[in-house]
């Protein structure tokens, strides 16, 4: 790492060493994920900032990128909506499964509950 980089990315790596790694593998091709949930390739690739021709290169045999299976993952898989997503919303849920775990379980179960309906 350079020294630039370095002293940008200084007092990061006492949070990285408590973070839970990234499940990057998909268990699948993306071509097959895709084409099992009934998606374009656009509607399928656009989740996760690649262009539909990019994908479809991803698809027919170039590397896919840890962090984009990774994106692909949380998506297709997890079903988290990007778009959505603040990081004050998993401090907040870090935070609370830490310090009250009973809480943060009843209401995980209600929210699955009510994403559900």
């Keep these: 790492m350079t020294t630039t980089n370095r002293k940008r990315f200084k007092g990061q790596s006492e949070s990285a060493k408590h973070s839970a790694p990234l499940r990057g593998a998909l268990a699948q091709s993306p071509k097959e994920l895709r084409v099992k949930l009934g998606l ?67 209401i995980l179960k209600a929210a699955q509950a009510a994403s559900e309906r």
């Design 40 to 106: 374009t390739q656009g509607g399928f690739w656009a989740p996760v900032g690649v262009s539909q021709s990019g994908g479809s290169r991803y698809e027919t045999g170039r590397k896919l990128p840890a962090s984009i299976s990774t994106l692909l993952h949380l998506v297709h898989i997890e079903g988290i909506d990007l778009s959505a997503l603040k990081g004050q919303h998993a401090l907040v849920g870090r935070y609370l499964s830490e310090q009250d775990p009973e809480t943060y379980a009843r």
